[in-house]
C-alpha cells in the first residue's frame, strides 16, 4: 500500500487558457486527512482529478498514486455498480453501510433518495472498497448537521491517505491533520488542521509585512544618506578643482595635489560606491519580501441598515403555526425584535425553509422593510438579476463590483462572465441591495456555493448588522458566529434557545 503521494514540479493550465493554473507545485500527502482550501477558482477540483489521473499534468509528475478513488460532487452513480453494492454482503460493505446509515434495498429506489441519502450512499461505497488513497470534493456541501455528523464519524476512521476539499471549518477542524492552502499563483502548506494552519499563515503574513517594513525603512535610511554622500562628494570634487585658480598660485595648487595624493579626493567616491552597493542589496531584498506579502484583501460589505423602531417585527403565542400543508407545534412563543440574530436550524426536509418563507410573507403584508435570500434562485430570477445588473449606470456597477470583490469574488471575472456561478449570483444579490435599508434580513442556506474566505467575509459582514436578522443555516460554526438565538426544528415542534458567540 502506497504511504504518500509526491507532486514534483507540476504545472498545468487549461487549454483556454495563457497562464499556468499550477506552475512547479510541490506537495506531499502522507497517512491521515489533508485539507485542501482555497478560494473558488485556485484550482482545488483541478488539483484533486490531476491527483486521481482524470487530468494530465503539463510538466512534473506524481508519485504513489496508482490506487486513487475520487469521489466529486456529482451524486450520479452507475445502475451495475449500486446493483453490486447494495447486494454485497461482505463485512467491510456492512461496516460502511451502517456507519453511514445506508438503508436503500433496491437500486430503482436510489431516485428516491434525498441529495444527502445519495451522498452517504456514495461514500459508504468508496469507502468499502478500501482504497489507498481517497479524493472527496466537498462531501458536506447542502447536507444538514445529522448527516455531517454521520459522514465525520465515517471518515475519521479511514486508515489510508486522505485528500479533502471543503469549505466546511468544523469538519476541516475535526479531520484534517495537514492543510495545502491555494491562493492564485502562491499556495502554502501547513501542520494541523484549517484554524492551526491559517493561525500560522497569519502570524507568518504579519512577519512577513514586519519585514518589508523594516527593509523598506532602511531603504529610505539608506536613500537619503546617499543623497547627502552625492552632496559631500560634489562639494569636495569642487573644493579640489584647479579650475579658477590662478596659474602663478603654486601654493593653492599645491594642497589640491596633497589632498590628492593622500587620498582624500578619492574616498568620498568610494564610501559613495560602498554605499551603492548597499542601495541595491536593500532594493532587492524589499522587492523580494514584498512579492511574498499576503494579498491585501478588504473583506466584508457593510449594508445601509438601522435598528428597527418597532417593538417587535413578529410575534406569536399561539401553540401551532400553520402553514397549509403543514402544521408546527410551538414550545415557547415565537418573538422577532428589532435585535434579534435567529438561527433556524434542523434536518433537511423539517421545514425551515418553509418557516422562513411564511415570515416573509407576515412581514410583506405588515409592509416592514426586508432582504429575502432564497436558497437557490429559478432561472428566471437568475436572468432577472443579470439583467438588473447590466442596466445598471457604470457607477452602480463598479458599487456592486466593489460588494462583489469584498464576499471574496474576482469582480473582473463576474463583469465579464456570460453566466453568472452559483455562489456569484447570492453575491451580487446581496450587493445589488447594499442600500436597500432593511429592518431585517432573512437568509436561506446563504453560506451554500461559497468558499471559505466569502464565508467569513459574509459572516464578518452579519456580525456588524444594525439590522435583525434570521438566517437558516446548517453551518455549525457559522451560526454560531452571527446568531445570539436558536430555533431547532425536529418533529414539527420548535424549541429556541440561547447562543453564546464564539
Known amino acids: 500500500m502506497s504511504r504518500h503521494i509526491t507532486v514534483q514540479n507540476l504545472s498545468y493550465r487549461y487549454e483556454s487558457q495563457s497562464e499556468f493554473l499550477f506552475q512547479d507545485l510541490n506537495l506531499h500527502f502522507g497517512p491521515g486527512w489533508t485539507g485542501i482550501v482555497g478560494k473558488n477558482g485556485t484550482g482545488k477540483s483541478s488539483l484533486a482529478k490531476l491527483i486521481a489521473g482524470e487530468l494530465d499534468p503539463d510538466l512534473g509528475t506524481i508519485q504513489g498514486n496508482a490506487s486513487v478513488r475520487y469521489v466529486s460532487q456529482d451524486t450520479y452513480i452507475e ?11 461482505s463485512k467491510e460493505s456492512g461496516r460502511y453501510k451502517n456507519l453511514l446509515n445506508v438503508f436503500l434495498e433496491s437500486p430503482k429506489d436510489y431516485d428516491l433518495l434525498s441529495f444527502g441519502e445519495k451522498r452517504r450512499l456514495i461514500l459508504a461505497l468508496a469507502l468499502s472498497e478500501n482504497p489507498e488513497v481517497l479524493i472527496l470534493d466537498e462531501p458536506t456541501n447542502h447536507l444538514d448537521s445529522e448527516s455531517i455528523q ?14 479533502l476539499i471543503s469549505h466546511d471549518r468544523s469538519l476541516l477542524d475535526d479531520l484534517v491533520t495537514h492543510c495545502v492552502f491555494l491562493e492564485k499563483n502562491f499556495y502554502l502548506e501547513r501542520p494541523g488542521n484549517y484554524t492551526e494552519g491559517k493561525r500560522e499563515m497569519e502570524r507568518e503574513a504579519r512577519e512577513r509585512i514586519h519585514d518589508w517594513e523594516m527593509a523598506r525603512h532602511e531603504r529610505k535610511k539608506l536613500d537619503a544618506e546617499l543623497k547627502r554622500r552625492r552632496e559631500e562628494a560634489s562639494l569636495s570634487h569642487k573644493h579640489r578643482s584647479k579650475k579658477g585658480l590662478d596659474l602663478h598660485d603654486h601654493d593653492g595648487r599645491h594642497k589640491k595635489n596633497l589632498a590628492r595624493v593622500t587620498g582624500k579626493d578619492g574616498q568620498a567616491g568610494r564610501l559613495k560606491q560602498q554605499l551603492d552597493k548597499r542601495m541595491e542589496h536593500s532594493e532587492r531584498r524589499e522587492k523580494e519580501i514584498f512579492t511574498k506579502l499576503p494579498e491585501k484583501e478588504n473583506l466584508g460589505i457593510v449594508w445601509k441598515s438601522e435598528t428597527s423602531k418597532r417593538k417587535q417585527l413578529f410575534f406569536c403565542e399561539d401553540q401551532n403555526l400553520d402553514f397549509g400543508f403543514m402544521s408546527l407545534r410551538l414550545e415557547t412563543p415565537m418573538n422577532i425584535q428589532p435585535g434579534s440574530k435567529i438561527a433556524i436550524t434542523g434536518k433537511n426536509g423539517s421545514g425551515k425553509s418553509t418557516l422562513l418563507r411564511f415570515l416573509v410573507e407576515d412581514l410583506k403584508q405588515k409592509q416592514i422593510p426586508y432582504l429575502y435570500l432564497p436558497q437557490e434562485f429559478t432561472e428566471e430570477e437568475i436572468q432577472n438579476l443579470q439583467w438588473e445588473f447590466q442596466s445598471r449606470s457604470s457607477e452602480e456597477k463598479a458599487k456592486i463590483l466593489s460588494g462583489v470583490h469584498k464576499l471574496g469574488s474576482d469582480p473582473k471575472r463576474v463583469f465579464e462572465s456570460e453566466r453568472f456561478s452559483p455562489g456569484e449570483i447570492k453575491k451580487i444579490f446581496l450587493s445589488l441591495h447594499l442600500d436597500a435599508n432593511p429592518e431585517i434580513l432573512l437568509l436561506d442556506e446563504p453560506t451554500n456555493h461559497l468558499d471559505i474566505k466569502s464565508l467569513e467575509a459574509l459572516e464578518g459582514s452579519l456580525e456588524s448588522l444594525n439590522a435583525a436578522l434570521v438566517v437558516v443555516s446548517h453551518d455549525r460554526r457559522f451560526v454560531e458566529s452571527v446568531a445570539t438565538e436558536e430555533w431547532s426544528l425536529e418533529n414539527l415542534s420548535l424549541t429556541q434557545k440561547h447562543l453564546d458567540r464564539i
Open 150 to 163: 454521520i459522514i465525520r464519524t465515517a471518515l475519521s476512521q479511514f486508515q489510508g491517505i486522505g485528500i
Open 79 to 89: 445502475k451495475e455498480i449500486l446493483e453490486e453494492f447494495l447486494y454485497d454482503h
